[in-house]
């Protein structure tokens, strides 16, 4: 079956089918593409492969080490935080991700050798003010969220720390351990020879033919494609603000820490008074986060350290004792109601958006790239495209 982006056609190859190519850009070295990505987070790691396993030449550009800002510092829920708090839009997507996402785990683990560990391990929230409306919410929606017996949440989670007194659980809900996610991902490109990877290479301006964007200039030079796809997280509306575009989206920093403990210390997610704790298959026990507007600083803070610290302890008591192992921040890319944009630019031909994820990233991740993909290539989208598109949101 042929497909074509503008200006070259391409042959749609089948997911997963791996080759041996690694393909690094060379400085010096000038390339043209079907497609230039830009940013190697995970929204646009898997933008990329969603198009180069379609057959298109994809160019992937990242101003440090692919993976290496949000999508590395985020927690790895494969759910939003409060499903039953966000849109039909986000639900949309968050639903379609949630039943991908552990095929794709294996399949990268297979393709790579590395391992995303998508872990299922379910989710009990507490003491939520809006439980009614969330239970409302799982039964309009057809999810499995239910009312437990604070009992039963007490013998599922032992280290559970006392005084709470209502529980809902949704047992199918999983997270992803996010760096190596990334990882997988980037070994996954480095094996299509169709795809070239430029790190460390900020984005300063756009390459404009007549009323169309024909590429990007870099701190290295200009690099064309026919099409370009900003998918650059906390960074997207300064990379667009050189064609005069306001973009709604804006960084609001995060902050997590991170314990070790035993392996089998805690089998599941719980979430609480904002926060919560994600274990990891080894003891790794993540607790996050902090909501913070302080612009692109992304410094930890002993306020905040001090903080998720308490909420740990309160929340697990055990860890009161356990050690700090990590403290990091990081920037999600902030959006009007966490609505992402995803689909072309008005008026500026050849220009895409996949963007603006905020707490949700990961989660949306696998729907947000095959939607972008079946807009881009002309196929039948997965879901109604409409609450996404930058028309009319820019």
Known sequence: MIGSLPGRPFLFRPWGVAVKVVRLWQRGETLSADVIVVGGGVIGLLSAYRLA??????????????????SWAGGGIVSPLYPWRYSQAVTALAHWSQDYYPGLGQRLLEATGLDPEVHVTGLYWLDMD???????????????????????????VAPLGPGF???????????????????????????????????HAGVTGFVREGERIRGVRTVDGEWLADQVVVAAGAWSAEVLS???????VEPVKGQMILFKCAA?????MVLAGGRYAIPRRDGHILVGSTLEHAGFDKTPTRDALASLRASAAQLLPKLAEAEVVGHWAGLRPGSPEGIPFIGPVPGQQGLWLNCGHYRNGLV????????????????EPIIDPAPYAPAGRL
């Open 53 to 70: 396993d379609a057959g298109a030449q994809v160019v992937l550009i990242d101003r440090s080490r692919v993976g290496s800002e949000a």
């Open 165 to 199: 007194e209502r529980a809902i659980h949704m047992p199918g809900v999983a997270n992803v351990r996010n760096p190596r996610l990334v990882k997988s991902l980037r070994a996954a490109l480095l094996q299509m020879p169709n795809v070239t990877l430029h790190e």
């Open 130 to 156: 809006d439980q009614v409306e969330a239970l409302a919410w799982a039964q309009r929606e057809g999810r499995p969220l239910v009312e437990v017996p604070i009992g039963e949440a007490y013998a599922a």
């Open 364 to 379: 949306l991740a696998p729907a947000s790239c095959q939607l972008l993909a079946d807009l881009m290539l002309g196929r």
């Open 264 to 268: 089998d210390f805690l089998s599941t």
């Open 242 to 248: 050189v064609l005069g575009l306001a973009l709604p």
